[in-house]
């Protein structure tokens, strides 16, 4: 009889504590990506350049990093802007883009770069948000 209420009691403190460390893990909240720091100030067309080189190398010192992306502007839409180099800079819906820029005028931007696509030859960058010159 003691071993059983020893071995419900250790099921239900297991369940407990997984319980917790399941609802925690979820429910983290989202990082801040306007307020984070920066890892890396760079050019688009150098960017684009160190991904054209060697993918590898340049996923090793900018994947998953948040940078400060200064560059012209090649291409607008909705919720996204192409800078030169093919660089493109994805924003989520609470950012918008100002309907005041335009081709070719010179930007900054931060965001987290995710990556280069092969396919498309761009390197793409998510959470952005516009920054002063």
């Known amino acids: 009889m003691n071993n059983k209420k020893i071995l419900i009691g250790f099921t239900l403190f297991s369940a ?8 925690f893990s979820f ?5 801040n990506f306007v307020k984070a720091p920066l890892d ?3 050019q688009s067309t150098e960017l684009f350049q160190k991904y054209q080189v060697d993918v590898s190398n340049a ?3 900018f994947l998953d990093k948040i940078l400060l ?16 180099g093919n660089i493109v ?24 770069c995710i990556g280069y ?14 920054m002063q010159n």
């Open 117 to 130: 696509d092969d396919l498309l030859e761009e390197v793409r960058i998510d959470n952005c948000s516009f």
């Open 69 to 84: 992306i200064k560059g012209t502007i090649k291409e607008i839409s909705s919720n996204m802007i192409i800078l030169d």
């Open 16 to 23: 407990i504590v997984i319980f917790a460390i399941v609802y």
């Open 59 to 61: 996923n090793t010192s």
């Open 40 to 42: 890396y100030t760079i």
């Open 27 to 31: 429910n983290k909240p989202h990082k």
């Open 89 to 112: 800079c994805s924003f989520n819906p609470p950012q918008t883009i100002d309907p005041i820029l335009k081709l070719t005028d010179k930007i900054s931007i931060k965001g987290r």
